[in-house]
């Protein structure tokens, strides 16, 4: 049975760095095919993809997000982390972590955490 | 970036009715789309992967089809648990990018 939990911060202030981390168990992040990717939704509004790493230290992130989103795994604790610079009010979201499945699609998904950024 | 537009952005339909949400794509992907259903305050649920595979567990009454640059799901005949808020994406090229989503209402 394949679950991802997140676990972070659920207040930073602009400016600050925002640190999530994505615990995860049923499955291997060495397994080939086999990914974990950070998708974040803004209170009411659509889902936007923010970064994956994959089984083979491949990793991508969302260009709009530029240098500021870092994606690290650490197979033999189970856990990927997002990391966030320069925090703003518009980060504000709801930050999900997901397996993505051999064949793609994003199939488990995390509970998700509410970020709020205010000062 | 694959910019990806859904239509409609609302849908009111009935129990029953059959409902067809559209995803077209700012350029051409191959068929490396997925489909997920969102209910208020939990995590998108995936239907749809690889434009027209059916995850498992779910009803068969959902199915995709589509390549390229326009992709459908389809609810075949609408059952009270289907209202909720549809999104595509497409994971053929980086960034992976999500529709608007489309909200199915109760009519």
């Known amino acids: 049975q394949i679950t991802l939990k997140e676990s972070g911060p659920t207040l930073v202030k602009p400016t600050q760095t925002l640190t999530l981390t994505c615990t995860f168990s049923?499955?291997?992040?060495?397994?080939?095919?086999?990914?974990v990717g950070w998708i974040r939704q803004p209170p009411g509004k659509a889902l936007e993809w923010l970064a994956v790493?994959?089984?083979?230290?491949?990793?991508h992130h969302n260009p709009s997000l530029k240098t500021r989103v870092t994606i690290t795994k650490d197979t033999s604790k189970n856990e990927v982390v997002l990391t966030l610079t320069n925090m703003d009010p518009v980060d504000t979201a709801t930050y999900y972590c997901?397996?993505?499945?051999?064949?793609?699609?994003?199939?488990?998904w995390g509970q998700g955490t509410l970020v709020t950024v205010s000062s | 970036d694959i910019q990806m537009t859904q239509s409609p952005s609302t849908l009111s339909a009935s129990v029953g009715d059959r409902v067809t949400i559209t995803c077209r794509a700012s350029?051409?992907?191959?068929?490396?789309l997925a489909w997920y259903q969102q209910k208020p305050g939990e995590a998108p649920k995936l239907l749809i992967y690889?434009?027209?595979s059916l995850e498992s567990g779910v009803p068969s009454r959902f199915s995709g089809s589509g390549s390229e640059t326009e992709f459908t799901l389809t609810i075949s005949s609408l059952q009270p648990d289907d209202f909720a808020t549809y999104y595509c994406?497409?994971?053929?090229?980086?960034?992976?990018?999500f529709g608007q989503g489309t909200k199915v209402e109760i009519k």
């Open positions: 994406q497409q994971y053929g090229a980086y960034p992976w990018t």
């Open positions: 997901s397996h993505r499945r051999v064949g793609g699609g994003l199939d488990y």
């Open positions: 690889k434009a027209s």
């Open positions: 790493i994959h089984w083979n230290d491949d990793e």
């Open positions: 049923g499955f291997s992040l060495t397994t080939s095919g086999v990914g």
């Open positions: 350029q051409s992907f191959s068929s490396w």
